[in-house]
């Protein structure tokens, strides 16, 4: 595991190179792992893997130890994390031999807050994710050609309609790839079983969707994944995987 600046190699294949509609169609009746093979021989090293190490995220981790062992997975550290999510990264990358590259914020947890406020989480939580985890990620976003995550469509109503490949961006930026968009719950949980890939030691603790400690409570029954996360608050996603409404953040820093 290493904190580094990833530099990729240029390939030309971007949304232009592919016919989406088609691709779409024809990549929503394959398997995870051939959706995934096929990001993985298209993009090549131009594709970029970010993975929260969160709830569900073993299934992604898994498949991707076995179609794209050489390629890093890329963890944004934003400072705010549950220590039990570090704890659950560091034995995923043992028990599946990953590569993993670590991105931090440009501030310390202790100087951004010293200069935004203790509350920053509550009062601008689009400003907070947008410091701590767009801003890090946005030179290696700038130079992928695709861009795998791990959104599935039952995880809650605003990722209901994740196609598997999207346009990011206007066309400037990757294609998001999202192998696993079509599995359930149900299906992401026998997989993990099955695989012998343990789960996320907050899971238990009814944790469905993990992010940054101070913005992440546990659900309650019937309640969708998601909603454990900014409760209270209109936002629902932290602007990784909302093209239409991008997080704030200052590329040199706050």
């Known amino acids: 595991m290493a904190s580094v600046a990833r530099s990729f190699?240029?390939?030309?294949?971007?949304?232009?190179?592919?016919?989406?509609?088609?691709?779409?169609?024809r990549l929503e009746l394959l398997s995870p792992e051939a959706r995934l093979a096929f990001a993985v021989e298209h993009f090549g090293s131009g594709l970029l893997f970010t993975s929260s190490f969160g709830a569900g995220s073993g299934v992604l981790l898994h498949l991707w130890s076995k179609v794209a062992?050489?390629?890093?997975?890329?963890f944004i550290d934003t400072g705010f994390l549950f220590a039990e999510t570090l704890a659950y990264r560091d034995l995923l990358i043992d028990k599946l031999g990953l590569?993993?590259?670590?991105?931090?914020?440009?501030?310390?947890?202790?100087?951004?807050?010293?200069?935004?406020?203790?509350?920053?989480?509550?009062r601008d939580p689009d400003f907070c994710c947008g410091q701590n985890k767009l801003a890090p990620l946005a030179p290696l976003k700038a130079q992928a050609t695709g861009w795998v995550?791990?959104?599935?469509?039952?995880?809650?109503?605003?990722?209901?309609?994740?196609?598997?490949?999207?346009?990011?961006d206007g066309g400037a930026g990757p294609v998001k790839v999202h192998p696993i968009a079509t599995m359930?719950?149900?299906?992401?949980?026998?997989?993990?079983?099955?695989?012998?890939?343990p789960e996320h030691?907050?899971?238990?603790?009814?944790?469905?969707?993990?992010?940054?400690?101070?913005?992440?409570?546990?659900?309650?029954?019937?309640?969708?994944?998601?909603?454990?996360?900014?409760?209270?608050?209109a936002k629902t996603e932290c602007g990784l995987h909302s093209p239409n409404r991008p997080a704030k953040f200052r590329p040199t820093g706050p």
């Open 99 to 122: 590569k993993v590259d670590v991105l931090k914020p440009l501030a310390l947890k202790s100087d951004f807050l010293a200069v935004h406020g203790d509350d920053i989480m509550k």
């Open 201 to 233: 030691p907050l899971r238990a603790r009814r944790y469905l969707s993990i992010g940054c400690e101070p913005c992440t409570r546990a659900v309650a029954d019937g309640e969708d994944e998601r909603a454990g996360r900014w409760a209270g608050n």
């Open 69 to 74: 062992r050489e390629l890093p997975v890329v």
């Open 9 to 25: 190699a240029t390939p030309a294949a971007r949304a232009h190179d592919l016919d989406l509609a088609t691709e779409n169609a």
């Open 149 to 168: 995550s791990g959104l599935r469509r039952d995880q809650g109503e605003s990722r209901a309609n994740t196609p598997i490949l999207l346009v990011s």
């Open 184 to 197: 359930t719950a149900t299906e992401a949980d026998a997989y993990m079983a099955a695989n012998g890939v």
